[in-house]
């Protein structure tokens, strides 16, 4: 079985044989934004997808998905327990509260994050963090915006 996320490597998801996902995360958040169809829900929706799968036996189960943990209202407090995850946000601009916002600003590099958001969510984050995703010949990847030395 093979690892969806590794701390060190990133995410690496084959999701059928023309399209696959090759995440490289610079630090402990990032924030995607971008069109609608660039993947952000895709890549959400094929993990569920897969953590449901992780209830069949092991040799039914392709990726281990179980250091990935799926945001959604219910999960704050399951997060606030993790250390070593990544933790995937989709349309985080519609359902993170002031709670989570603050726990992802505490959280100095127990968990990774990777947040789907299309406007500002008060994460204290240097612009060197936002992205997008684009397709390299069938390869999902994350463009960061920007790259300069200090905005750490």
Same mark, same amino acid.
């Given at each position: 079985?093979?690892?969806?996320?590794?701390?060190?490597?990133?995410?690496?998801?084959?999701?059928?044989?023309?399209?696959?996902?090759?995440?490289?995360?610079?630090?402990?958040?990032? !924030?995607?934004?971008?069109?609608?169809?660039?993947?952000?829900?895709?890549?959400?929706?094929?993990?569920?997808?897969?953590?449901?799968?992780?209830?069949?036996?092991?040799?039914?189960?392709?990726?281990? *998905?179980?250091?990935?943990?799926?945001?959604?209202?219910?999960?704050? +407090?399951? !997060?606030?327990?993790?250390?070593?995850?990544?933790?995937? !946000? +989709?349309?985080?601009?519609?359902?993170?509260?002031?709670?989570? *916002?603050?726990?992802?600003?505490? +959280?100095?590099?127990?968990?990774?994050?990777?947040?789907?958001?299309?406007?500002?969510?008060?994460?204290?984050?240097?612009?060197?963090?936002?992205?997008?995703?684009?397709? *390299?010949?069938? *390869?999902?990847?994350?463009?960061?915006?920007?790259?300069?030395?200090?905005?750490?």
């Amino acid at each position: 079985m093979e690892k969806c996320f590794d701390w060190n490597l990133g995410l690496h998801l084959k999701y059928n044989e023309n399209l696959e996902f090759k995440l490289w995360f610079k630090g402990f958040k990032t !924030i995607i934004s971008g069109e609608s169809g660039t993947g952000k829900s895709l890549l959400y929706n094929k993990i569920k997808e897969l953590q449901e799968d992780n209830l069949n036996p092991d040799w039914l189960r392709k990726y281990d *998905v179980g250091n990935i943990v799926l945001y959604n209202r219910d999960s704050l +407090d399951k !997060i606030k327990k993790s250390k070593k995850n990544l933790i995937i !946000i +989709d349309r985080a601009d519609l359902i993170l509260d002031e709670d989570m *916002v603050s726990w992802i600003n505490y +959280d100095c590099g127990y968990n990774k994050y990777l947040i789907f958001s299309r406007k500002p969510l008060g994460i204290d984050l240097s612009p060197n963090y936002f992205g997008e995703f684009i397709n *390299v010949n069938g *390869v999902i990847q994350i463009k960061y915006e920007f790259d300069v030395r200090g905005w750490n």
